[in-house]
Every structure is written in C-alpha cells, then in structure tokens.
C-alpha cells in the first residue's frame, strides 16, 4: 500500500467508496463518473500498478481479478443483457489511477470500437 | 472444442491466423478487422464461451488469459506507450464470437468512454 495511491486509500477505508464487492483479493466500487449504467472498478487489495506490470507472480491475483468482474456483472444483474470488461495501461491507455483496475460497464449496448 | 467454434478451429490449426503467442494454455493472434495499429485477440485452448460463463474452475485459466494480454503488450512493443485490454459478453457488450478472448489493442491513443 502507498499512501498516495489513492485505490490502496479505498482498500484501507479511508477513503470512502461505493463498494459492491468484496473478497480477500480484491475489492469492486462503483466509478465516480460513470460511463454506462453499470460502471464499477474491480481492483486487487495488493498494490499492482497495471495489467502492464503484471508478473507471473501475480498469476493468482489475475485470475480473482477476472472472476469477480463476472460475480459483479451477475449482482448487478448484467450479466445476462451483456457487458464489457476493459482495463487500460498506460498514457496511450488512457489508466488514470495507477493501481491496476478493470472497468465493468454494462446497462447500455456498449459500440465498436472501444475507444 | 467444438467444430462450429471459428476459434476453436483456429485452435486445432483448421483455420489460418497470424498468431503472435502460443502456450499450453492461449493462442494470440491478430484480429482481421484490427481498430488500431496493434490489436490481438488473446483466446483459451479451451472452449470458454465468455467472461460471463468464468466459473471457479477457471480460475487459473483466468489467469494466463491476463498475463498473455500482458506478454503479447510487450512483444508488441506497446507496454511503455501503453495498451488497453478488452472483453465483451454478451449482446450489449458487443461480443461477436462465442469463445472467450481478450482484445488487446494499442498503437494510438485509446478514447474515453470505451464504446
């Protein structure tokens, strides 16, 4: 965790944060400007900067991260309609916090291309 | 595997495709209506039809569909100028093969909302 990371800030608490989801690994909240109906971020409790900066080590972690994007699209009842999972790196990216985070939009028919 | 599955018959080889990374476990390759310079779709072995079907057992399956999205970032060489990852499930998500892959795309600035 760093204290400047303002994500590690929402996994600490303090940081206030519309939370959805939470497990041992991560944590999912919605997005403070949201792009569809359903728009939450689902992040790892552990510091990782981005899909970018992902080692083997973090196989685990990836594989939590995947599988809550999909238990939060059935809680919040998308999963059905259809949704998108994105996760940027980077400037080209568009990443605006660096503490790796996938988007989970739904609600909307979502167009191509993306982005 | 199943042979109406276009990306399972790029798996078993029946199909052509320009594959970019190969493991035990994904097959990357370039999508043939690429929406920027780099796009490549990172797919399981396995038939899976999307994010939205992960169940627990996929768990590690997850997990190197993400960090091949990862390795296929560099390999590209857009790890540094950055890259986004993108799953679509469903009808509003925008999924148009029923066998789940991550789209990788990077080369040029990504824009905000992602479709």
Known sequence: ???DCIFCRI???DVPAD???ETDHIVAFRDLSPQAPVHVLVIPREHVE???TL???HHDLAGHLLLAAREV???EEVHQSGFRVVANTGREGGQSVDH???HVL???PLSWPPG
């Open 1 to 3: 965790m760093t204290n």
């Open 11 to 13: 996994v600490s608490g």
């Open 19 to 21: 939370v959805v989801l």
């Open 50 to 52: 981005a899909v970018g």
């Open 55 to 57: 080692g083997s080590e």
């Open 73 to 75: 699209a059935e809680r």
């Open 100 to 102: 790796l985070h996938l």
């Open 106 to 108: 739904g609600g909307r």
